[in-house]
């Protein structure tokens, strides 16, 4: 039997459960092989205000859960956020129309927009208070964060 160490402690490790503390090359691989892609951040964003959207705490800090939530194990629906932070392939860039301060602020936005990626959604450790539809946060590629995992998207032909 094998085991994982969260921040729980030691429990048998649970081959349903969302992979995580992925970096995003590791995702995109994942979604190539899969026949997939990864969304773009603005897909997620559309997703997030959709009909299926939950506003349950279930994948949120105030499950206390501290763990991803298996779907199958919990009558909890939390729809399509929460639980973990999704990579997107869209990379860390201003919105349209935003004006880089000037000074020190404006510098220190700045060089957070060089070669990062997006990431969406939220994850348990996130409280839900912070979550909104264009709740983003941005990490480089080739970092394994905690509670970083994917979402997979195909093209309708």
Same mark, same amino acid.
């Given at each position: 039997?094998?085991?994982?160490?969260?921040?729980?402690?030691?429990?048998? @490790?649970e081959l349903d459960a969302p992979v995580c503390h992925i970096n995003y090359y590791e995702a995109?691989?994942?979604?190539?092989?899969?026949?997939?892609?990864? =969304?773009?951040?603005?897909?997620?964003? @559309?997703?997030?205000?959709?009909?299926?959207?939950? &506003? &349950?705490? $279930?994948?949120?800090?105030? &499950?206390?859960?501290?763990? *991803? +939530?298996?779907?199958?194990?919990?009558? $909890?629906? %939390?729809?399509? /956020?929460?639980?973990?932070?999704?990579?997107?392939?869209?990379?860390?860039? =201003?919105? *349209?129309?935003?004006?880089? *301060?000037?000074?020190? %602020?404006?510098?220190?936005?700045? #060089?957070?927009?060089?070669?990062? +990626?997006? @990431?969406?959604?939220?994850?348990?450790? /996130? =409280?839900?208070?912070?979550?909104? =539809?264009?709740?983003?946060?941005?990490?480089?590629? &080739?970092?394994?964060?905690?509670? /970083?995992?994917?979402?997979?998207? #195909?093209? +309708? #032909?």
């Amino acid at each position: 039997m094998w085991f994982e160490y969260t921040l729980n402690g030691y429990f048998p @490790l649970e081959l349903d459960a969302p992979v995580c503390h992925i970096n995003y090359y590791e995702a995109d691989a994942f979604a190539e092989w899969s026949g997939a892609r990864l =969304p773009t951040e603005f897909e997620l964003e @559309l997703s997030y205000k959709s009909k299926y959207f939950s &506003s &349950s705490t $279930c994948g949120f800090y105030e &499950s206390e859960n501290f763990h *991803p +939530i298996i779907k199958k194990s919990t009558n $909890c629906f %939390f729809g399509l /956020t929460g639980n973990l932070w999704e990579w997107t392939n869209s990379a860390y860039s =201003p919105y *349209p129309g935003y004006q880089r *301060p000037k000074g020190a %602020f404006g510098e220190y936005n700045q #060089k957070f927009m060089v070669n990062q +990626i997006v @990431l969406r959604g939220g994850s348990i450790v /996130t =409280p839900q208070s912070h979550f909104r =539809p264009s709740y983003r946060n941005f990490f480089y590629p &080739s970092q394994k964060w905690a509670f /970083t995992g994917l979402r997979l998207a #195909k093209d +309708i #032909k």
